[in-house]
């Protein structure tokens, strides 16, 4: 096994000495210096990653494990599945089974899930009362020893085996390392949900092989790399994607885009080119624009030159996440996609909150005043010429303190058409009217920045279910 260490800071110096040396070909940090070597491995650039042949990739920080592997796959093209937890290497206590139940209560609370069934009882290792875990209105019941009278505390009823609690239909099986087992569960138990969780150092070993194998018989299957282990959650219900939907991903670079049909890369600006890519130079389309109102080049594209039932925008280095688990093993699928929108009209990022700021302040302060005394006065005109009906809901969200961010969003063709003909009817008018030849390159993005507000403005004068979903953070 080939290992290359990610970061040489504080985890790093507390295990190094636990390290299993003869598996590490070099170790990779951002502070790397040209010709460092720690003992006789050398340290590199992330940047020379793809340079250097592994198995594996273990990234040794906890606070920041999201992020850097978020990094690697993106910037640096790492497959998801070389990338591990400096636990794999030191052999460390494994924190997986307090991580599995810390994920089973978020997801409890979030999705409303009513009936509970803990297998092995793990709960009770760690939790006195059920609604110090999931509150109140949980039934959590269990499979195992009635050993103490303050189980009754946590448990609605305790089930000496699995074949005595399955007549019970649950919404979530906490399986916890089930491996060896989990084909039985799954056939003596019914539930939407069954949650669980393997070791990174477990990983490649026939068992989780064989346990991923029998889950996808099963149902849909997401493995969340957490920096404590892979918690894997398995959906049962019988699911289906939604037609004719396409979610283009607006990059400038290149970038390691998501392997799945529902997200379609898209090219916008002079910077680079992709002939596999969708391009904003092709068809109806509103390119030399680009370097003054960003995205808002692809989704007038979009609006013109496709005809999917349902359009999305997202951005290369942002992308909505299925729920509340930030997780890049939970971003947006056509299976979740579907769901949401049978219930809702529109998918936008969750609103970004100004912290006591308005939404006038927020962006004046990220800008030049000539800027945006300039940007402000040549969208106002073009608003009060072309829409005036809308001045005052402009007006209330500048002044408000909270707006939908980066025009991310998945909805309907006709809503679409709706949003994008009443925000071009002023918006190219307004970009081109303004002389921004004197300005840095972002300050010259005053009127995308501007646009970026307008779905705010137009959704308030709109009787729309909205759902707001996490996105990526950058």
């Given at each position: 096994m080939q290992v290359i260490i990610y970061g040489k800071g504080q985890v790093f110096e507390r295990y190094k000495e636990r390290v299993l040396w003869e598996n590490v070909v070099a170790i990779a940090d951002k502070k790397a210096i040209i010709g460092e070597t720690i003992g006789n491995v050398p340290v590199i650039r992330p940047q020379d990653i793809q340079d250097v042949s592994c198995d594996y990739i273990a990234i040794f920080s906890n606070k920041l494990f999201e992020n850097i592997k978020n990094e690697l796959m993106g910037e640096y093209f790492v497959p998801e599945e070389k990338i591990v937890s400096w636990r794999m290497l030191v052999n460390a206590d494994d924190y997986g089974e307090f991580k599995?139940?810390?994920?089973?209560?978020?997801?409890?609370?979030?999705?409303?899930?009513?009936?509970?069934?803990?297998?092995?009882?793990?709960?009770?290792?760690?939790?006195l009362d059920k609604s110090e875990?999931?509150?109140?209105?949980?039934?959590?019941?269990?499979?195992?020893?009635?050993?103490?009278?303050?189980?009754?505390?946590?448990?609605?009823?305790?089930?000496?085996?699995?074949?005595?609690?399955?007549?019970?239909t649950y919404d979530l099986l906490m399986l916890g390392d089930c491996t060896d087992r989990l084909e039985y569960m799954l056939d003596n138990l019914q539930s939407r949900y069954a949650v669980g969780y393997w070791a990174y150092e477990k990983l490649g070993s026939a068992a989780v092989v064989n346990c991923r194998n029998v889950a996808e018989r099963y149902g849909r299957l997401y493995s969340f790399r957490m920096a404590e282990g892979i918690i894997w959650l398995l959906d049962r219900r019988l699911q289906e994607t939604l037609d004719s939907v396409k979610l283009f991903v607006?990059?400038?670079?290149?970038?390691?885009?998501?392997?799945?049909?529902?997200?379609?890369?898209?090219?916008?600006?002079?910077?680079?080119?992709?002939?596999?890519?969708?391009?904003?130079h092709t068809g109806e389309n509103i390119a030399h624009l680009n370097p003054k109102i960003n995205e808002c080049t692809a989704l007038?594209?979009?609006?013109?030159?496709?005809?999917?039932?349902?359009?999305?925008l997202n951005h290369y280095r942002r992308r909505f996440y299925n729920d509340w688990n930030r997780n890049s093993g939970n971003y947006l699928d056509g299976f979740h996609l579907k769901?949401?929108?049978?219930?809702?009209?529109?998918?936008?990022?969750?609103?970004?909150?100004?912290?006591?700021?308005?939404?006038?302040?927020?962006?004046?302060?990220?800008?030049?005043?000539?800027?945006?005394?300039?940007?402000?006065?040549?969208?106002?005109?073009?608003?009060?010429?072309?829409?005036?009906?809308?001045?005052?809901?402009?007006?209330?969200?500048?002044?408000?303190?909270?707006?939908?961010?980066c025009n991310m969003f998945v909805?309907?063709?006709?809503?679409?058409?709706?949003?994008?003909?009443?925000?071009?009817?002023?918006?190219?008018e307004a970009a081109e009217s303004i002389d921004v030849s004197t300005y840095g390159a972002y300050d010259k993005r005053i009127i995308g920045f501007l646009a970026e507000r307008m779905w705010t403005v137009w959704l308030m004068k709109q009787d729309l279910r909205i759902k707001e979903l996490p996105i990526t953070e950058v």
């Open positions: 599995n139940l810390e994920f089973c209560n978020n997801m409890i609370r979030k999705k409303g899930l009513k009936k509970v069934l803990d297998v092995g009882m793990k709960l009770a290792s760690h939790y875990f999931a509150g109140e209105t949980a039934e959590i019941f269990a499979v195992g020893e009635a050993k103490y009278p303050a189980y009754r505390r946590i448990y609605q009823e305790l089930f000496a085996t699995v074949e005595s609690a399955k007549e019970i607006v990059t400038h670079k290149k970038y390691n885009m998501p392997e799945d049909d529902l997200y379609v890369p898209f090219v916008v600006g002079e910077q680079y080119k992709d002939h596999s890519y969708l391009s904003e007038y594209w979009m609006w013109k030159n496709t005809d999917c039932e349902y359009v999305g769901e949401i929108l049978e219930e809702y009209d529109l998918v936008m990022a969750e609103a970004l909150l100004c912290n006591g700021q308005t939404v006038w302040e927020q962006l004046r302060v990220s800008v030049s005043e000539d800027a945006f005394e300039k940007g402000m006065a040549v969208v106002r005109a073009a608003l009060m010429k072309h829409q005036p009906d809308y001045m005052e809901a402009f007006e209330a969200v500048l002044q408000g303190h909270a707006f939908y961010i909805t309907r063709r006709e809503i679409l058409n709706q949003y994008c003909e009443w925000l071009f009817s002023f918006l190219i």
